[in-house]
């Protein structure tokens, strides 16, 4: 993947202003020239007691940017009137006065821009505009439509649609990147957002975007399309993921991963996906440019029948949080990373105390519960709270508490919170629900849904970028406290639960607990006899010691590693690798037997040799882009001597080795 911005983009982005006196507005273009708007568009219609021949010179003549003069009837979803002559005039009068753009409606740009054209010979660009508030029409119909359009004389096309579902859009992309001359179209509510935000990938001649204080349903705001969105260094080979959910306004996901996309000179962008239908939208957005996504509410559970393949983690717990569309074949993988961000929040809240022999109070059984409880299963008993019986059954869970809904919590009395050592709250906005104030106040240990959003956001982004976290996990957690401090905006109705689980201090029986067994897979088990393929699952494999006391954190962390290290000493010579976790392949090796080091060695498989693979084994593991991997000892290993003379040396040498021990 190349850097970012290295084909930059022509899309310009544009602020709609929609006030009612002209001071206002001359106010309003000021401002959004500051937050970095490219051009202006002013809506003439909004403007109370609107005068043509004093307002409209008025505005001209103090413009900061370039502007788009639109008048627009109520007939075409405007708020004018009056009069259609005197509407038409007041068109003519700001191509007279030199406007830069005039919009024209399609009904009535054919014999005005013919006469607008002979009569002022100025650069004015005139835009023809079409909106549909029918079903989207299909590619055909719209190319057709656009060609109608080009007749009239235009300069500019600009088509308008309200989607009813997202896949809709990609007919208005395919209309972007595939017409000869500058074209305007986008859909406008929630569903329709990406048209705006993938505007510039696509070819769009303009993208819209509102002030600060003013927030139009379905556009962004200038500041995330200057800002968290970089519109200026999007381009046609920028790779787009995305959070799949419904709703999905509430998302900190794209402040987050698009920062550290840019930081990582990883040319992609992360936007929000509004999913009705997960069979239309996998089938429509099927492409390489759509290489991954994430999944939230309420399609964790459901998405896993849609993957190609499940990641034997996730297909356990039965949801997928993550999807990555293997480059090779174009087959979806799912993946489960809330699992392990989920059980290390708790343990290192609990200050490294292991969950063993706990009882886990859950409530609420959805996606992100099902990961909690699988996680926890293993080393504790669970006690499931769910409305719906038959997903408490298999384990599911809640988001009550989540913005719009603070004033709402789980309805646990406020006198027993203290019965409780630790209670944790899936919710990450706010980062302090009313449930864990009332804990905290209770004497419970609190651990907020901020610490696995962070955890799995990390997860999720080496997934999506095939690369190490290091940098990466600092960054997202410098961006998540920061961004988390504000209000997130949902327009959802819809009531939600994500998981709360509570850790009783003392044991209580309220109803039947179901004790889990014990068994759950180790980090052994993703290990072949021969350590030729690390951390590749072998279904029905057991551990070899089923009494091994393993945190879970210890046994998913490295797993959950991109790269794993794996060494060999034997009495007449030393060899190591790092290899990647999912395709098994070598990215960096070396072993005394080589040729580079043998001359320089008098003993192939002593002290030095070994410091002096680590070495060689760096060098060529940084020549890969590779800077951490995890390490686990196999069954007949011993972490010592020469073995760790080797790990020492790849630390010593810049590469981040996590050693998981028994």
Same mark, same amino acid.
């Given at each position: 993947m190349g850097s970012t911005g290295i084909l930059k983009n022509s899309t310009m982005i544009c602020a709609p202003l929609m006030r009612e006196t002209v001071e206002q507005m001359v106010k309003e273009m000021k401002q959004a020239k500051a937050e970095g708007s490219h051009l202006l568009e002013i809506r003439l219609d909004h403007i109370t007691n609107f005068h043509p021949h004093h307002h409209l010179p008025a505005i001209l003549d103090n413009k900061p940017l370039p502007l788009i003069i639109l008048y627009r009837p109520k007939w075409d979803g405007g708020l004018y009137e009056g009069d259609e002559h005197s509407r038409l005039q007041t068109l003519r009068l700001a191509a007279e006065l030199g406007a830069d753009y005039?919009?024209?409606? *399609?009904?009535?740009?054919?014999?005005?821009?013919?006469?607008?054209?002979?009569?002022?010979?100025?650069?004015?660009?005139?835009?023809?505009?079409?909106?549909?508030?029918?079903?989207t029409p299909s590619d055909e119909e719209l190319a057709n439509l656009a060609a109608t359009m080009r007749a009239t004389g235009a300069d500019i096309l600009k088509v308008v649609v309200n989607v009813t579902d997202i896949t809709e859009i990609a007919r208005i992309f395919h209309l972007l990147s595939h017409y000869q001359m500058p074209v305007i179209a986008y859909s406008v509510g929630e569903r329709g957002l990406i048209s705006q935000l993938l505007c510039p990938k696509f070819g769009g001649f303009l993208a819209y975007g509102s002030i600060k204080g003013y927030s139009i349903p379905g556009m962004p705001s200038l500041y995330s399309v200057k800002h968290t969105y970089k519109h200026d260094l999007m381009n046609s080979e920028t790779?787009?993921?995305?959070l799949v959910s419904k709703p999905v306004s509430h998302s900190k996901g794209p402040i987050l991963h698009n920062p550290t996309l840019r930081h990582e000179n990883f040319n992609g962008v992360y936007v929000p996906f509004f999913v009705d239908n997960l069979k239309e939208f996998f089938s429509t957005y099927s492409g390489s440019d759509f290489p991954g996504f994430s999944v939230g509410i309420p399609y964790k559970e459901a998405v896993v029948e849609f993957c190609d393949e499940v990641h034997p983690l996730a297909e356990s717990i039965?949801?997928?949080?993550?999807?990555?569309?293997?480059?090779?074949?174009?087959?979806?993988?799912?993946?489960?990373?809330?699992?392990?961000?989920?059980?290390?929040?708790?343990?290192?809240?609990l200050k490294g105390t292991l969950i063993s022999g706990k009882l886990f109070v859950l409530v609420g059984a959805g996606g992100a519960g099902r990961a909690l409880a699988f996680g926890a299963k293993s080393r504790?008993?669970?006690?499931?709270?769910?409305?719906?019986?038959?997903?408490?059954?298999?384990?599911?869970?809640?988001?009550?508490?989540?913005?719009?809904?603070?004033?709402?919590?789980?309805?646990?009395?406020?006198?027993?919170?203290?019965?409780?050592?630790?209670?944790?709250?899936?919710?990450?906005?706010?980062?302090?629900?009313?449930? *864990?104030?009332?804990?905290?106040?209770?004497?419970?240990?609190?651990?907020?849904?901020?610490?696995?959003?962070?955890?799995?956001?990390?997860s999720q982004f080496n997934l999506f970028t095939d690369r190490q976290g290091g940098v990466v996990c600092k960054m997202l957690k410098q961006a998540i406290w920061k961004v988390l401090s504000k209000r997130v905006v949902s327009d959802?109705?819809?009531?939600? *639960?994500?998981?709360?689980?509570?850790?009783?201090?003392?044991?209580?029986?309220?109803?039947?607990?179901?004790?889990?067994?014990?068994?759950?897979?180790?980090?052994?088990?993703f290990l072949d006899d021969d350590n030729s393929k690390p951390y590749t699952y072998q279904k029905g494999k057991k551990s070899k010691n089923p009494n091994k006391h393993v945190s879970f954190k210890q046994r998913t962390e490295a797993y959950m590693e991109p790269f794993t290290l794996d060494v060999f000493i034997s009495k007449r010579f030393v060899s190591a690798s790092v290899t990647h976790r999912v395709t098994c392949k070598q990215v960096a090796v070396a072993g005394t037997n080589s040729k580079d080091i043998k001359a320089v060695l008098r003993s192939r498989s002593d002290i030095p040799a070994c410091l002096a693979i680590g070495r060689i084994l760096a060098e060529r593991a940084r020549e890969a882009d590779v800077y951490t991997a995890s390490y686990t000892p196999r069954e007949r290993d011993k972490f010592e001597g020469k073995i760790r003379a080797v790990v020492q040396s790849l630390i010593d040498n810049g590469i981040d080795i996590k050693v998981y021990l028994d």
């Open positions: 005039i919009d024209f409606e *399609l009904k009535v740009a054919s014999h005005l821009i013919r006469e607008l054209k002979i009569n002022y010979q100025s650069a004015t660009k005139f835009i023809v505009s079409c909106h549909i508030t029918s079903s790779k787009v993921f995305g039965g949801a997928v949080n993550t999807i990555i569309r293997r480059p090779c074949d174009g087959k979806l993988i799912g993946y489960n990373t809330d699992c392990e961000a989920a059980i290390t929040s708790i343990e290192d809240a504790a008993r669970i006690l499931i709270f769910d409305i719906d019986f038959e997903r408490s059954n298999p384990c599911e869970c809640n988001t009550l508490g989540m913005h719009p809904y603070t004033d709402q919590r789980i309805p646990v009395d406020q006198e027993t919170l203290g019965d409780y050592e630790l209670v944790f709250d899936a919710v990450y906005t706010p980062r302090k629900t009313s449930l *864990l104030k009332e804990a905290e106040a209770a004497g419970a240990i609190t651990v907020s849904g901020v610490e696995m959003f962070l955890r799995q956001a990390v959802s109705g819809a009531k939600l *639960l994500l998981p709360c689980l509570y850790l009783p201090t003392t044991s209580f029986h309220a109803g039947q607990v179901h004790c889990s067994p014990r068994s759950f897979f180790g980090v052994e088990d």
